[in-house]
């Protein structure tokens, strides 16, 4: 019964789905006030809709229907309670049906905090919204129905995946899906104003608060993965390059480009249909993402059971939805007025040289992930493309974008002077020089492409710094007059200062953890030790465990420096009852500066055991830069002038400097 | 002239969609081959000429003369390759329990991190050929690891798979051809489908 309700809640979202996808539009296009005030409660109800069917399903999941058929191929009675919640997601059908509900979601925060947008803006965001979320809540129903029965039901389920079964990949797809769909608000700011013909200062700021919160939602999403790979799939490793996880950065980089872009056009009211043309590839790229993960046209370790069928109907999706707005944007875009000009090193020059080179990285990505296609499409010769290509290709490009990001906050807008920013540097070039030195001399041996790596992460880390001491003064006035000035900087100013030494401080790590890494990979038995990066391992006992639903073979490491006891590691391994598969889960020892990471690999007969060791230096950065960015978005997106509600009225109280004339 | 830039972006899309839909229709007209279509450069062309040294000390390497004579899978793996970790349990089965000699052609990998790779999850290989460079990868046609062949008595490449193995992939398509590469004379009526 309670599936069925969820069924029937799922039609009647569509349906209202329709309605407010036409009625508001067309109420825009006649001027009709009330066609138009249609859309902000349909938006609600759609919501409420999508939510109840999500919960219905949820439901089914957490009393183990085995009679609805999603239930009985993806849960499994004995899974634990977070297992169960988190399986209603793990599978292609639940996932959809999150998507739909975050998508809803958005667009009734749209509703419920668009009040100071106008009223045909704000009718046709939600009608494009709700455009989208038709075409999407017609796939579920006609391919993809989450509630079918199955008749006689199962006496258990088939469980969940494993490797799944874990909460750290519990919030990740939420929070990569909230990122994913977070960018169709952008989407539909940009498709309606192309059906406006207006793009100006004040869009731009209505468009950067949601842009930004799906930057947010994308880049923990994003950090989470990769966090989980490392310590889950247990060999070191924590990005690798596949398709699933370039589907994810794409619209990343793209989003990235596009924060940087929309302050262009906020402060300089230039670079419009560039700014449009990001806020559409950005979403695109989350629908094709979706669309080479679900049809099979990508194979893929995380990919969910593929079907053409499905296939075709995503892309017709494509089609239609970015197809639809590219068409638009060739049709309308060309009219746009350019506002301010301005000199190459500038600012705003800075900030397209990001947009450069964040576009041709995500390009690179999309190459890279479409490349097997190509080649069988094209009846190319065939070449490889994996880890090594990427790595080779895209690390080029971002070194430089790195390096600009560190230059780029000094210039001025309309015309920098880099003689100036450069000799406001030079401290910033004087702390890279130690900062690399100590590195070398700390690390001397390893490749000279990790101390570049370093270089580049120390220079945007000290340059970043720099900016924000002459922004508060600091050496040009008493430390407590800087003090007060830091307090009084704007959010979005401290926003981008803790974003970029986040960025800094993940690209060590990322370094780090690369290029530093020893690994050891040995047969031992119970007793023996090994040394990697100046530990003492001691292999002292395996012993067997039980756990809910599996078995354990839990090992025991005394890990020994200088003779001293340093710390004990106690890594597992997991067969799981249902699936009969098995996990590694690594035991990892976390400082500041490394981790010391253990995994107990198969029985190699007798009391001897497959055991790898990884010392991995700066491993933990990675994550401390992640959550730096995360914050630095947040804060900004705390700015009050970004505020959802009421950033307009606020404008005049700002400084005039920073305010471009004729930008209300 | 400035108005065409705008089209770009449309037209690089139609593209696209031009590719993955005929992709999919490819896919769909013979659910055999999906998703791992056998590229028309290599099915039943006789194993390009190549010799790659062993990986192991204990295990040969490969080279164009050991075809012939039996039914044999070769598999492309690397340890970088996540995939392959998912269906190396599989390929070891498939070995250990004497369905059909597998070969392994361990592509772009180190050497010493192969061998831990293989310590780790087991090693079922007859033979494992070492190709550092990727050069007879390319030969064999691999663009993406793991890749899986079936070579009939002859000598001939007669199925090629694109990614991981998985049981119902055996079930359904592999273990169906290896019994009729095995039975029929001419290797040629084996063709997915049948």
């Known amino acids: ?664 | 002239m400035r108005r065409l830039i705008f089209i770009v972006p449309l037209v690089v899309f139609a593209g696209f969609v031009g590719a993955t839909g005929w992709y999919i229709m490819e896919i769909q007209r013979d659910s055999q081959r999906a998703p791992n279509i056998i590229g028309a450069g290599e099915q039943n062309k006789p194993v390009p000429e190549f010799e790659l040294p062993p990986l192991l000390d204990d295990l040969p390497g490969i080279a164009t003369g050991d075809f012939g004579g039996e039914v044999i899978m070769v598999n492309v793996f690397a340890s970088w390759c996540i995939p392959c970790r998912a269906e190396h349990p599989l390929i070891t089965r498939i070995g250990e329990e004497g369905i059909v000699p597998v070969w392994g052609i361990n592509y772009k990998n180190k050497r010493e991190e192969a061998i831990a790779w293989l310590d780790e999850l087991g090693n079922s290989y007859e033979r494992i050929g070492f190709d550092l460079s990727g050069r007879v990868g390319i030969e064999w046609g691999v663009y993406g690891v793991p890749e899986t062949f079936l070579i009939d008595k002859s000598g001939r490449i007669r199925f090629k798979h694109v990614g991981p193995l998985t049981s119902s992939d055996l079930k359904e398509t592999i273990f169906p051809m290896i019994d009729c590469l095995n039975k029929r004379p001419q290797a040629e009526t084996c063709l997915s489908g049948s």
């Open chain 1, 1 to 664: 019964m309670i599936a069925e309700l969820g069924h029937f809640a799922l039609v009647l979202a569509l349906m209202v789905a329709l309605v407010q996808g036409v009625v508001p539009m067309v109420g825009a296009a006649r001027g009709d006030i009330r066609l138009m005030d249609m859309a902000p409660p349909a938006a609600t109800v759609q919501l409420a809709l999508v939510a109840a069917a999500f919960g219905a399903l949820t439901y089914s999941y957490v009393v183990s229907d085995f009679s609805v058929l999603n239930v009985a191929q993806n849960s499994h009675s004995l899974k634990p309670m977070l297992y169960k919640i988190s399986g209603v997601w793990g599978n292609h059908e639940g996932s959809l049906v999150l998507w739909v509900l975050i998508l809803a979601l958005y667009g009734g925060l749209v509703a419920l905090f668009g009040g100071n947008l106008p009223p045909t803006l704000k009718a046709r965001v939600l009608a494009v919204q709700a455009i989208v979320a038709f075409g999407f809540l017609a796939f579920l129903l006609l391919t993809s129905n989450p509630f079918e029965r199955i008749f006689p039901p199962p006496m258990d389920g088939n469980d969940l995946n494993p490797l799944l079964q874990d909460p750290g990949l519990a919030f990740h797809p939420p929070m990569l899906y909230a990122g994913y769909v977070g960018l169709s608000t952008a989407f539909s700011f940009a498709v309606a104003a192309l059906i406006e013909g207006k793009v100006d200062a004040a869009w731009a700021r209505w468009v950067r608060p949601w842009t930004l919160a799906a930057w947010i939602f994308l880049t923990a999403g994003i950090a989470l993965g990769s966090w989980w790979a490392y310590y889950e799939l247990g060999w070191g490793g924590f990005w690798f390059w596949d398709p699933v996880e370039n589907a994810s950065f794409m619209p990343w980089l793209v989003a990235t480009a596009l924060l940087h872009s929309a302050i262009v056009v906020e402060k300089r009211d230039t670079l419009k249909s560039w700014t449009i043309l990001l806020a559409i590839v950005g979403f695109s790229l989350s629908l094709i993402g979706t669309f080479l993960v679900r049809s099979g046209v990508l194979t893929s370790v995380h990919a969910f059971a593929s079907d053409p069928e499905r296939g075709i109907f995503i892309l017709l999706l494509l089609v239609i939805a970015i197809g639809g707005s590219l068409l638009l944007f060739a049709w309308r875009a060309p009219s746009m007025q350019a506002g301010g000009l301005f000199r190459p090193v500038s600012r705003e020059g800075g900030l397209i040289l990001n947009n450069l080179l964040m576009s041709m990285a995500a390009a690179v990505v999309l190459i890279g992930t479409l490349f097997p296609l190509m080649v069988d499409a094209l009846n190319l010769p065939k070449i490889s493309v994996g880890a090594p290509w990427f790595n080779i290709v895209f690390v080029p490009l971002m070194m430089p974008a790195i390096v600009v990001a560190g230059i780029g906050p000094l210039l001025a807008w309309k015309r920098g002077d880099l003689k100036t920013a450069m000799a406001r540097l030079k401290y910033a070039a004087i702390g890279t020089v130690l900062i690399t030195a100590a590195a070398l001399w700390l690390a001397w041996g390893y490749s000279m492409g990790s101390f570049l790596g370093i270089a580049v992460a120390a220079w945007l880390g000290t340059a970043t710094l720099t900016e924000l001491a002459g922004r508060i003064g600091l050496g040009r006035m008493p430390v407590g007059n800087s003090l007060r000035r830091a307090g009084g900087l704007p959010r979005s100013a401290w926003g981008m200062t803790v974003t970029h030494l986040g960025l800094a401080v993940t690209v060590a790590g990322i370094t780090g953890a690369s290029l530093w890494r020893t690994e050891s990979i040995q047969v031992m038995e119970i007793g023996d030790s090994v040394e990697v990066g100046g530990y003492e391992f001691v292999f002292d006992k395996v012993e067997n465990l039980r756990g809910p639903n599996y078995f354990i073979e839990r090992a025991t490491f005394t890990v020994r420096r200088d003779g001293e006891v340093y710390t004990v590691m106690e890594p597992e391994k997991r067969r799981y009852m249902v699936q009969q598969r098995e996990t590694t889960e690594a035991a990892i020892f976390t400082t500041p500066m490394k981790d010391l990471y253990a995994v107990l690999g198969d029985r190699a007969g007798g009391d001897t055991w497959v055991t790898r060791i990884y010392h991995s230096p700066l491993v933990p950065w990675m994550w401390i830069g992640s959550l730096l960015m995360i914050l630095g978005g947040t804060l900004s997106l705390s700015d009050r002038r970004l505020r959802v509600g009421a950033p307009s009225r606020r404008r005049p109280a700002k400084p005039a400097a920073a305010q471009p004339a004729g930008a209300e």
